[in-house]
């Protein structure tokens, strides 16, 4: 794990310094690069908590299984099982960074519309995903354990947990992609309470029950996974029914215009243009000559305002100036 997260950000940082995407948008090293932060942080610790929240509780749950008749075996099922939640958990994270970005740039253009279909269009693809990984871990449970063991006690083991795992998808990749447009919506501390909630409040007390009051062992705990999963994609899909897109548009606006009023608005070096000493190439390229020959020749010329009388980059439509020569 420690290996996959070095090469995935040596991987990462290799692409953007060879590809040059950042040059377009690159902007001197200053001291107001130093500013700004809050805002940042006020989006990006709540995102980490949500994740860390939810990971956190398998941590105890490979605790709680210390505690049951056999732990070696029942230690060694859950180790199998989480590395298969991790793996199917790259889909559903993959959606829901690619909607959180989706849903952000259509708030901020003022598309609320767009940013609604984008959140249905990706719920929609996260119950596919939800699906498919249920009848996998039905269709495989007796197999999918011996890619790590032979011991017959761990495979049966997985193969009794490995359903329910698959159940848990229906949840978790829903709840996954919901808090990724909690994000692009600039509401990461929605995503992180719920999953407070769901997973210490209902899904802790459930796996207790289950696994030690009830006696079901293994499986208790893994029904309280999964009651972890549903209250929270249940509570998650219901935040998102009730969102007004069209005052989280106005939203997106405020909260752009406050970052903007911290922060100097600085012009990219690589998008910087002076006007005063390129208003003459502007105007050759924007200079037509149209000759007409009907017994005199007329020349019309069009010509861009110069630089002088005052040349807006805001304002798209360039009043144009005719005159006949």
Known sequence: MIWTNLNLCLLLSSFIYFSRVYKDSWIAPSMDCLRGWSS??????????????????????????????????????????????????????SLSLG??????????????????????????????????????TILMRNQWGRFF????????????????????????????????????????TIGANINLGSFYLV??????????????????????????QASCALLMLYVLYKTDWSVQADRAIELTNSSVSQTPGLLPISTAFDYSNNDKKINSKFEQVVCIENKEKTTLKLSLPSANEGFHETNPLLTPHFSII
Request: net charge positive.
């Open 40 to 93: 940042l942080l006020a989006l990006a610790i709540p995102t980490c908590a949500s994740v860390c929240l939810e990971w956190w509780w398998y941590e105890f749950m490979i605790m709680l299984c210390g505690l049951l008749a056999n732990p070696r075996a029942t230690i060694a099922s859950m180790g199998i099982l989480i590395q298969t939640t991790s793996l199917v958990y790259v889909f559903p994270s």
């Open 99 to 136: 909607v959180s970005t989706r849903v952000g740039n259509e708030l901020g253009a003022h598309r609320p519309g767009k940013a609604r279909i984008s959140m249905i269009v990706s719920l929609s693809c996260a119950v596919v995903l939800g699906l498919t990984a249920t009848l996998f």
């Open 149 to 188: 063991t032979n011991d017959e006690e761990i495979l049966h083991l997985t193969a009794v947990a490995l359903p329910i795992v698959g159940l848990c998808e229906l949840g978790n990749c829903p709840q996954t992609t919901g808090c990724g447009v909690l994000r692009g919506s600039a509401r990461p």
């Open 203 to 228: 899904g802790m007390p459930v796996a207790i029950f289950f696994g030690f009051i009830l006696k079901k062992g293994f499986a208790g705990l893994w029904v309280g996974l999964l009651a972890a």
